[in-house]
């Protein structure tokens, strides 16, 4: 029964920061990471950012990197993602997921793996 709920997409102007968060509950494991995908139409899906909810470890997107904050609140079992300097090759639907494990390998994970929200749509228009 474990869920994930995102909150914060919408419309963001170009140039604007997008600030996205999740919340996990349902959990019967101590030990996991969480993060955010993104998936654009016709695109393939796209590892944005994870963070270690044990440790400080953080893993970023190659595409995105440079652009990409990501935050934790442990004991609310949450996780916030900020992105500065949008554009409208960031549109996409945005997914929260989380896996078990240290993060290392999120980046792999395919959406028959871990847990995923239902995604929030993002726009940025030109």
């Known amino acids: 029964q474990v869920r994930l709920v995102e909150s914060g997409g919408g419309l963001v102007q170009p140039g604007d920061s997008l600030r996205l968060s999740c919340a996990a509950s349902?959990?019967?494991?101590?030990?996991?990471?969480m993060g955010w995908f993104r998936q654009a139409p016709g695109k393939e899906r796209e590892f944005v950012a994870a963070?270690?909810?044990?440790?400080?470890?953080?893993y970023f997107g190659d595409s995105v990197k440079g652009r990409i904050t990501i935050s934790k609140n442990k004991n609310m079992n949450t996780v916030t993602l900020q992105m500065s300097r949008m554009g409208p090759e960031d549109t996409a639907i945005y997914y929260c997921?989380?896996?078990?494990?240290?993060?290392?390998?999120?980046?792999?994970?395919?959406?028959?793996?871990?847990?995923w929200g239902q995604g929030t749509q993002v726009t940025v228009p030109s």
């Open positions: 963070i270690s909810m044990n440790s400080d470890n953080r």
């Open positions: 349902g959990l019967t494991f101590s030990m996991y990471a």
């Open positions: 997921a989380l896996d078990q494990g240290t993060g290392t390998t999120m980046r792999l994970m395919t959406r028959t793996e871990g847990f």
